[in-house]
């Protein structure tokens, strides 16, 4: 199976291995030594280190690694709903289908490429997937690791023909740190909320950081295109910048629902959080032929480097 050439200064390969499934997993680098590795089950990525060695997303020591179900942790795709209305399975089915390496998929701009080791999937719906999600689309993913270590997903979604559909979306990001409580985020200050622990009731943000002390399971809406994630205990700031996401869900199960969960450890909680880029409050309507694009950036900066540097509110892209 090929994949897509690294479009390299220092032209490292990426290399296509197994996944402990025997699913094809495609594995970026950069010559600093940050590595990137993505299962073609879900077209999830599945792990982020920096040079150092060190894992930058979560993964439960009890994730099943079995299809249908989605691994516990990296980044699963929320495609076409985010939640679990209708029909479809909760978070929709794009992270439990088989994506396929597209050689050569429409350009996107050199800027996305140059410079960057990457992969291009592609999910097309099956007959039978046509059953149940009667709309013919093609989602093409973009997986891309920078020289300085930050991660890009860029999703296309094209409506191929037929008739217009609706979807939700979100990168759910699973995210590795030092404990719960030393974590805070920075640019959600007094934003509205959709609250998933009280029948999705609007509410508003107080004005300070955003910290953690109990189980939240949020989506802020209309949320700045950065978005700083501190974890004072490992003295690094994850900086998400994002466009044509204009939610962000913020998930911690906490203890009671930790210990419900079969693929997640009963004190796991406290070594992740979830901050989503998402597009849920107002679904994406495409009329055939219509392509949305929804872009995830991820770079882990000293936390020296604090908030107020990242002017949370211009675009970045
Ligand atoms: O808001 C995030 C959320 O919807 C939570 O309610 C929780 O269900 C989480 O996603 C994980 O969902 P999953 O289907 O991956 O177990």
Same mark, same amino acid.
């Given at each position: 199976m090929g994949h897509s050439a690294a479009v390299w200064d220092y032209k490292v390969a990426n290399e296509i291995t197994q996944d402990w499934n025997g699913n094809p997993q495609v594995v970026l680098r950069n010559p600093h030594g940050a590595l990137v590795r993505v299962s073609l089950h879900g077209g999830q990525v599945m792990s982020w280190k920096n040079e150092h060695g060190e894992e930058l997303l979560f993964t439960s020591?009890?994730?099943?690694?079995?299809?249908?179900k989605a691994m516990r942790g990296g980044i699963p795709i929320c495609f076409?709903?985010?939640?679990?209305?209708? *029909?479809?399975e909760q978070h929709g089915f794009a992270r439990n289908k088989v994506w396929s390496i597209e050689e050569s998929p429409p350009p996107l701009p050199p800027n996305d490429s140059n410079g960057k080791s990457y992969v291009d999937l592609i999910l097309k719906p099956s007959s039978e997937d046509l059953k149940f999600w009667p709309h013919s689309f093609e989602y093409r993913l973009r997986v891309a690791l920078g020289i300085d270590g930050r991660l890009s997903l860029i999703s296309r979604i094209r409506n191929v023909n037929g008739k217009p559909f609706t979807f939700s979306f979100a990168y759910h990001t699973y995210m590795s740190v030092?404990?719960? *409580?030393e974590v805070r985020i920075e640019g959600l200050e007094t934003l509205d909320y959709l609250d998933n622990l009280s029948q999705k009731e609007r509410r508003t943000e107080q004005g300070d950081a955003l910290t953690f002390e109990n189980e939240v399971d949020r989506v802020y809406l209309s949320c700045p295109n950065a978005i700083a994630v501190i974890d004072h205990g490992k003295k690094r700031t994850f900086v998400i910048r994002k466009e044509g996401l204009p939610d962000v869900v913020v998930w911690n199960p906490w203890d009671k629902k930790s210990k419900a969960m079969v693929d997640l450890g009963d004190e796991e909680y406290k070594y992740m959080l979830c901050v989503d880029g998402a597009a849920v409050e107002n679904p994406i309507t495409l009329k055939p032929g219509e392509e949305w694009m929804g872009r995830l950036e991820l770079l882990v900066v000293p936390s020296s480097f604090c908030s107020d540097h990242l002017d949370l509110h211009k675009a970045y892209f």
């Open positions: 020591n009890k994730a099943l690694f079995k299809p249908p076409p709903q985010f939640g679990n209305r209708g *029909s479809l030092s404990d719960i *409580s």
